[in-house]
């Protein structure tokens, strides 16, 4: 009997591990919706354990969070795998959406549970910050670089979606830049260009970053030289489009 080693899902990439959880688009459409806030490059040497093993490198602000944020980890590649099977063995294919839903639902329990164990003193995770749709004809871009201390998996992503929290596209690239700052501009500047060439023509943008939020709302402020000619790019694609709020969400 002959097997077809495809990626049932996208039917491009053989179907490893590391693909199933971290190359495939519906996986990267997952990590990147689930407001983990961390970037998965699409290199090759970005594998699931390369990954693990340069959780102590990636960007967090403590390290309670970067605890947390491996916790949601293992649950999102826990659904992810879930979401594989329900797929290859009875037909049924969840929907990005559904697959985030799930993980945050596991990871509540777990906390939960985990804080039931610890006692009274513990504070609950701060993961799950409320993420809020746009209204209806409006989408939100939300965007974010990663700038690990090896330099080497360093990468930006982006993420559209629409006023019932459906991704319209979602983009994770790497990409070598100095700092974050200027990573997070690119981003931006990745994001606005995937907008407009899906035609969205009401926007509202997010970062992580307060700073880029104002720079980005008044042009008086002054630009930092290494990130001047992306914002450039990005006060020129923003005239393309109607850009009706720019927040910054803290993470
Ligand atoms: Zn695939």
Redesign the pocket.
């Known amino acids: 009997m002959r097997v077809d080693p495809?990626?049932?899902?996208?039917?491009?990439?053989v179907?490893s591990t590391d693909?199933?959880l971290q190359?495939?688009?519906?996986?990267k459409v997952v990590q990147f919706g689930s407001n983990l806030l961390f970037i998965a490059p699409s290199t090759e040497e970005l594998r699931l354990a390369c990954l693990l093993q340069n959780w102590d490198q990636m960007n967090f602000p403590n390290k309670k969070r970067r605890s947390e944020a491996l916790t949601l980890l293992s649950f999102i590649i826990w659904q992810l795998w879930l979401a594989r099977n329900e797929l290859v063995f009875k037909n049924i294919c969840w929907t990005p959406e559904e697959t985030i839903h799930r993980a945050y639902k596991a990871f509540e329990e777990f906390s939960a549970a985990f804080i039931e164990t610890l006692g009274r003193n513990s504070t609950t995770p701060h993961l799950n910050h409320p993420w809020k749709p746009p209204p209806q004809g409006v989408f939100k871009l939300n965007c974010d670089a990663s700038l690990p201390a090896s330099s080497t998996i360093s990468g930006l992503g982006a993420i559209l979606r629409d006023f019932s929290a459906s991704p319209m596209c979602a983009l994770s690239t790497s990409e070598q830049f100095r700092d974050i700052f200027l990573g997070e501009v690119l981003a931006v500047r990745a994001g606005l260009l995937a907008a407009i060439e899906v035609g969205v023509l009401h926007l509202m943008i997010e970062v992580d970053n307060s700073s880029l939020a104002s720079l980005l709302m008044d042009n008086t402020i002054p630009t930092p030289s290494s990130a001047d000619n992306v914002i450039k790019d990005i006060r020129h694609l923003m005239n393309s489009l109607s850009v009706i709020s720019i927040t910054w969400i803290p993470r």
């Open positions: 495809c990626c049932k899902r996208c039917g491009i990439d179907e693909h199933l190359g495939c688009a519906f996986a």
